[in-house]
């Protein structure tokens, strides 16, 4: 496609269930990234895909967070019994690959709102 | 550790000259990058620096000085649509490419 793409835009849900959020990147792109924001606060970064090498998950918050990337492309971020404090703009970003200079090219975003 | 300060707010005149400064502690370092973020809206990049000096891209420049963990990104003749965050994001904490954001300075800019 054009541009990141993530779905969905926006998403409603009680405290407690599971959501899946999902990325897919521009093609080609081999680097994928996930971040959090919550309002008015920088990017927290969350997990990073490079190709087949295993992902840097250092940024997830609790095992209640998970991602997958299936083929090299989308991505699938999941949250396991969400909580409120889980309600941000979950932001996922590519880049053509993670060498020197490389530039992320984020998504909207998916907003989501735990109650 | 890790640590990306900048300042919270900064408003500037239409047609000035602003900088917003940026300063980090990363456990390593392969980059550093300012973004523009419209509220409600991604982040889109701005500008990258590796090496020391000054990178200059139409009305906007980024300075980096690695040994002092600075950065500053200069917006000349200011616009109203620069009203936004800028933020300042360092990659290569632990030695990869891991990238870590700064809180983000909002700007506005008033007639």
């Known amino acids: 496609g054009a541009g990141v793409s993530q779905s969905p835009s926006n998403k409603v849900t009680e405290k407690g269930k599971d959501v899946e959020l999902r990325c897919d990147p521009i093609s080609g792109h081999t680097a994928l990234y996930w971040y959090r924001q919550s309002l008015g606060q920088g990017l927290e970064f969350l997990i990073y895909?490079?190709?087949?090498?295993?992902?840097?998950k250092s940024g997830l918050p609790s095992d209640r967070f998970s991602a997958e990337r299936t083929g090299g492309s989308v991505s699938t971020l999941t949250i396991q019994r969400t909580q409120q404090e889980d309600s941000a703009v979950y932001l996922c970003a590519s880049s053509l690959s993670p060498g020197v200079g490389d530039t992320q090219y984020f998504g909207p975003g998916t907003r989501l709102t735990v109650l | 550790g890790q640590n990306i300060d900048q300042p919270t707010e900064m408003t500037a005149t239409e047609g000035a000259i602003v900088q917003i400064n940026c300063t980090y502690q990363t456990s390593g370092f392969n980059g550093l990058f300012w973004y523009q973020q419209h509220a409600g809206e991604a982040p889109t990049f701005l500008s990258y620096?590796?090496?020391?000096g000054l990178e200059e891209k139409g009305r906007f420049s980024s300075f980096l000085s690695r040994s002092k963990g600075y950065s500053y990104l200069l917006l000349k003749e200011l616009q109203m649509k620069d009203s936004a965050s800028y933020l300042c994001?360092?990659?290569?904490?632990?030695?990869?490419?891991?990238?870590?954001f700064g809180a983000g300075t909002r700007l506005f800019v008033k007639a």
């Open positions: 994001a360092v990659r290569g904490e632990g030695g990869g490419f891991k990238t870590i």
């Open positions: 620096n590796v090496l020391d």
């Open positions: 895909f490079q190709g087949n090498s295993a992902p840097d």
